[in-house]
């Protein structure tokens, strides 16, 4: 045992002694004796040396894996690598790697040894497999998927409560998640997100160590092109997990490179989410929880900050840029942003400064192009403000405050080449697709020098354009050459008044064909079917509005002084290029240098989409011309009918919701009013019951008086208290004969509700349930005012029993007891005309409820009949147009 651990380098002997090994087994396989003597001893001696040990002897075992991992793995130290070059130890490792894992169960045997929880076993376990990972990755990973819960087994490794496991074994899971997505979606159901977040979060975000590091990078494993697990992390709520990694103090100095590079990685992390090669829902619904758990606002004050590096604030743009990019709600806000400067300028304007200085890095110029194409993209109404900045009417002429329009054009007409390249590209995202705008730009005028008339932007553009070999510049001419024709074509594509604007120039058709024509160098090929496009795009969307300068005098042009043919061959120079090629992979603006900033990315969509109708247009005949201005007429007069009628359409269903917004109020009022009948016939209820209490209480008070007053003997009663009792029951009679009236009245207006044809028609059942209501209170309050005429008889047999001759023969003590008698009858008298006043006021304000009822829903059919009026109208319309009918939807058109 003592000679085994000497030998193989035991844990006990220290790291020191695994270089020798690895040294003693590099040079014994330079023969090849001894290198078949070492697959045997892989094959056969290491294997037994684990398997016929017993598992209790966790010593061995931990020798015997370390001893494994020496051998396989590559990391060797610097005197080694000198002796041995690289390439060789790379060799051997796979060797011996290829030899392990031929026999699969010494895979599934190392996954064993990995749910031991001795520190002798684990740690080298996980070393070897981490290095046979390395050497032969996919290989390894097949086994370890076919393997019965070799996954999980490796998912325990993060919760091991000592840190060097639970940091190897994020290495590990490093090398086996890479580019298989089999293995990353089961890792991600494996709870890998929480516990490395939970692990950043205890390490302390970006200032936390290189733990924090490999976790990241473990994120961006599983995450990176995998769309499931994106939306397994959006859904698990981990992306509000990911804003406290960007709340950077206020003191910005004195970063540390681990920081750097942790934050790097974050901010690399969240663009994985909201990339633009993921499908656009997925990206969009990251984006815009982004913004409603503040992630987007942190990454903005980031961007604002003073202080930051360089790399951080470059990446930063870069991260904003994409977490806007086609989504309104976090355009707008980044609209709204303000650098904390006096006085506050948009952030927009803030990083156009930046693009149009020419001292600023490169590869930060680029982020900030990419950040004003990304707030552009899709957002016709961002455009809009970036163009209004332009026209003479929003110009701030007391020269305070510099605009983003101002901006572009300073970049625009300076003479550094980049910055006309940049602001040339910018300007155009500002027209994309946009043809409103187009015609806008063409009011913009620039005062070129004091003495002389503005002239306009257009017009600008290309005399910088003829003039281009003219002006010193920094940088390379073909860039600002190129930046503004790809400007003028996105200008004038699909815009004809742009064209016919820049027809009106008659130096621009001799300076296209004079460009075209010449044989230039290879350099300037670029350049020449740059200028074959712009003189297709002023034929293909020309209307022929100038006599000069009409579709069929262009083509002529083009055949006479340049050929069909060789027209055709120079602007298929732009496809073929490099560049362009590299610019049509990806919208983010990546150039190695200056020099290769020739091609935007949405440019190169719109030579893909306009090369073959342009070629097509130069082949095309006069009255093929004319046929198919005809069709386009025609069809853009149908899409006008239906682009009319959609309009129409959409106001209707507008009107239609706003209806069914009514009616849905009208519900919840009729539930309101259906509570509020319960609770009123709850109180009715108690009302009863209160009444035939008194009821009870009231006869056998009559009964006792009657059995009492035969009895007595009439004597000494008073004139006065007899007269305040008949003024009294006079007055009980006029607010009984008042009652009464009310009633009537009410009855009679219930009574022409019910015979209203419509309101019985449209309503029945609620009135019915109204009526039953009212009639079920009607017949409550007849009760009580019966019960009260009873009440009103008894007192007055008692008064004509007072004024009875023998009644004066009473005493004291009896006149005494008849008065409390007489108090406790008018007390109940009182309480019976309260309950029937409630019962008035209830029955009233249900009887006004069911009058605005009707009311309301009168109006509503009348909105409804014109509705259906003007809906059937339209359909007449359409199918006399010969456009399909969709049941499904109105909108469908």
């Excluded at 010449?518 to 496009?533: I, K, R």
């Excluded at 900033?597 to 989409?609: A, G, R, S």
């Excluded at 306009?610 to 149908?638: F, M, N, P, R, W």
Aim: glycine share 6%.
């Amino acid at each position: 045992m003592n000679f085994l651990r000497g030998v193989m380098g035991g844990q006990s002997a220290g790291p020191q002694r695994e270089p020798h090994a690895r040294q003693l087994c590099a040079r014994s396989l330079e023969s090849d004796d001894l290198r078949r003597s070492a697959q045997q001893l892989g094959n056969k001696s290491l294997k037994k040396s684990v398997t016929s040990v017993h598992s209790s002897d966790s010593e061995i075992i931990g020798y015997a894996l370390d001893t494994l991992y020496n051998v396989i793995s590559n990391d060797l130290e610097e005197e080694e690598q000198e002796e041995n070059s690289q390439k060789q130890v790379e060799d051997l490792g796979k060797q011996f790697t290829e030899i392990f894992i031929k026999q699969q169960e010494n895979i599934t045997l190392l996954l064993t040894f990995l749910e031991e929880f001795d520190f002798h076993v684990r740690w080298p376990g996980v070393k070897l497999l981490t290095s046979l990972l390395k050497q032969q990755g996919p290989q390894v990973q097949q086994i370890i998927l076919v393997s019965p819960m070799g996954v999980s087994r490796l998912m325990d490794l993060l919760a091991d409560s000592r840190e060097v496991i639970r940091n190897d074994g994020v290495l590990l899971l490093q090398q086996l998640t890479k580019s298989n997505a089999a293995i990353q979606k089961i890792v991600a159901f494996e709870n890998a997100f929480e516990r490395l977040l939970d692990i950043v979060t205890d390490e302390g975000h970006s200032d936390g160590g290189i733990v924090v590091e490999d976790c990241l990078l473990l994120l961006q494993n599983l995450l990176k092109n995998n769309n499931s697990n994106q939306n397994f992390f959006k859904e698990g709520s981990y992306i509000q997990r990911m804003k406290p990694w960007f709340e950077v103090g206020d003191d910005n100095s004195g970063w540390s490179a681990q920081k750097v590079t942790n934050l790097h990685l974050m901010l690399q992390l969240v663009r994985v989410l909201v990339s633009p090669t993921n499908p656009l829902g997925a990206t969009s619904s990251c984006q815009k929880a982004m913004f409603h758990c503040g992630l987007l606002q942190q990454l903005c004050t980031i961007l604002m900050a003073t202080g930051v590096p360089a790399d951080i604030l470059t990446e930063t743009i870069n991260t904003v840029s994409e977490v806007i990019r086609g989504c309104q709600i976090n355009q707008d806000y980044f609209a709204s942003v303000n650098a904390p400067s006096n006085p506050p300028r948009p952030a927009i304007v803030v990083l156009l400064m930046s693009m149009v200085n020419e001292r600023q890095p490169f590869v930060l110029r680029c982020a900030v192009l990419y950040c004003f194409q990304c707030f552009l993209y899709k957002n016709h109404k961002g455009q809009g403000e970036i163009v209004s900045t332009l026209l003479p009417s929003t110009i701030d002429a007391t020269g305070n405050s510099v605009s983003a329009g101002q901006l572009l054009c300073g970049g625009l007409f300076s003479t550094d080449s980049l910055s006309n390249w940049c602001a040339s590209v910018a300007l155009a995202h500002a027209l994309q697709e946009n043809a409103t705008l187009k015609e806008q730009l063409l009011r913009v005028q620039l005062a070129t020098s004091i003495g002389n008339p503005p002239v306009s932007l257009l017009q600008q553009c290309t005399n910088i354009l003829s003039q281009g070999d003219k002006i010193d510049r920094r940088g390379s001419k073909v860039q600002t050459r190129v930046g503004l024709l790809m400007l003028l074509c996105t200008w004038l594509s699909n815009c004809p008044i742009a064209v016919t604007h820049f027809l009106h120039n008659p130096a621009n058709i001799p300076f296209l064909t004079g460009q075209i024509a010449e044989n230039l160098g290879e350099e300037e090929q670029l350049v020449q079917g740059l200028c074959a496009l712009l003189l297709g795009i002023s034929i293909y969307y020309n209307d022929n509005s100038l006599e000069n300068c009409t579709k069929e005098k262009l083509k002529q042009l083009i055949e006479k002084r340049i050929g069909k043919e060789n027209f055709i061959e120079k602007l298929g120079f732009i496809n073929k290029h490099e560049l362009y090629s590299r610019a049509a992979q990806k919208p983010q603006p990546c150039f190695s240098s200056p020099d290769h900033m020739m091609f935007d990315h949405e440019f190169t969509k719109l030579v893909k989409e306009l090369e073959g109708i342009i070629t097509k247009a130069i082949y095309k005949s006069s009255e093929e011309d004319k046929q198919e201005e005809e069709v386009k007429k025609t069809l853009e007069q149908h899409d006008n009918i239906v682009t009319h009628y959609k309009k129409v359409i959409r106001e209707q269903d507008q009107q239609l919701e706003e209806l069914k917004q009514k009616v849905n109020t009208l519900i919840s009022q009729k539930e309101q009013l259906q509570t509020t009948v319960t609770q009123q016939m709850s109180q009715i209820q108690q009302h009863k019951d209160q009444y035939n209490l008194l009821k009870v209480q009231l006869g056998k008070d009559n009964q006792h008086h009657s059995s009492h007053s035969d009895m007595l003997q009439m004597n000494g009663i008073q004139p006065e208290e007899i007269s305040k009792l008949r003024q009294e029951i006079e007055e009980l009679k006029n607010k009984h004969e008042v009652l009464q009236g009310q009633l009537r009245e009410k009855d009679s207006v219930i009574e022409n509700l019910v015979r209203s044809d419509s309101f019985r028609r449209t309503f029945s059942t609620k009135l019915q349930c109204h009526l039953k209501i009212l009639h079920s209170q009607g017949s409550d309050i007849s009760k009580l005012q019966a019960e009260k005429q009873e009440l009103l008889q008894q007192m007055v047999t008692h008064e004509d029993s007072l004024s009875c001759s023998w009644f004066s023969q009473l005493g004291p003590n009896e006149i005494k007891a008849l008065s409390e008698e007489k108090a406790s009858l008018k007390q109940h008298l009182d309480s019976t005309n309260s309950t029937i006043a409630v019962l008035q006021d209830e029955k009233s304000k249900l009887q006004q409820d069911v009058a605005e009822s009707k009311k309301e829903q009168d109006d509503l059919l009348v909105l409804l009949a014109d509705q259906d009026q003007k809906i059937l109208a339209l359909k007449n319309k359409l199918k006399d147009l010969g456009q399909p009918l969709h049941s499904g939807s109105k909108s469908a058109l």
